[in-house]
């Protein structure tokens, strides 16, 4: 069963979702204020969490952001009444993994969701990724530099995966665009706001850079 927890100040549209995932038999926690509901998600261990973007006490980047700065992975879908694309971007670079956008279909938000948490449960072999000083466990989903642990959310840590599996080989933007999103690929500055979040991870932290752009054509990893 899926546990997910929802933050909305929305009455309407919370019991909308409460419907729908009671008839789907999924779990659901609520909050209706972004304070209430970063002490939830920091307290609680769930699958996914549904976040609005406008929220009393605590916006919803401030919420994202404070919860991957505590080291919190948990998938963060975001809703939000905005569409324009700097909004979305925000929400990215905040360490959101998907952005849809109200009002939404209930059905695609559904197949969003379980994408997210098939990547997030981590369908992969248990063993350590080594590549100069990165190191990847595959079984906790956590990943070092320098015994440094690096605060990634799913979509960055599916990343840096998948350019270690490969180092120090090119990976391409369509490689990486069809690891995380399949058919339903979403702009191009979507996976570039993706890549901007885990430099500032893997790199900006440290001397030497190892993620190299090749422009054009996509990502790879340098030994340093």
């Known amino acids: 069963m899926q546990k ?4 909305e100040d929305n009455r309407e549209v ?33 699958d996914l969490i549904l976040l ?19 080291g919190n992975t948990t998938p963060v879908l975001m809703l939000t009444a905005l569409d324009n694309r700097e909004d979305m971007l925000s929400g990215f670079q905040h360490g959101a993994d998907d952005y849809l956008t109200k ?16 990547r997030y449960r981590g369908q992969v072999a248990s063993g ?3 590549f100069g000083p990165l190191r990847i466990n595959q079984k906790t989903r956590k990943a070092y530099r320098d015994d440094h642990l690096l605060a990634l959310n799913p979509t960055t840590y599916t990343i840096l995966e998948l350019l270690c599996l490969r ?4 990976v391409t933007r369509q490689e990486i665009a069809e690891r995380l999103w399949q058919e339903d690929e ?30 054009k054509m996509g990502y790879q990893l340098e030994a340093v």
């Open 167 to 170: 180092a120090p080989e090119l």
């Open 128 to 130: 350590v990724l080594t």
């Open 186 to 215: 979403p702009h191009n500055d979507v996976l570039r706001s993706h890549i901007y979040q885990l430099r500032n991870q893997l790199d900006k932290p440290f001397a030497t850079p190892i993620l190299k752009t090749v422009p």
């Open 4 to 7: 997910i927890l929802v933050i």
């Open 14 to 46: 919370a019991g909308i979702l409460f419907d729908y995932f009671e008839a789907a038999g999924v779990e659901v926690d609520y909050a209706d204020n972004g304070e209430f509901g970063l002490e939830l998600a920091l307290a609680g261990n769930f």
């Open 103 to 118: 009002p939404f279909d209930l059905d695609i938000l559904q197949a969003r969701m379980d994408a997210l948490i098939r």
């Open 52 to 70: 609005d973007l406008m929220l009393p006490r605590m916006d919803g980047l401030t919420v994202c952001n404070k919860l991957r700065e505590a």
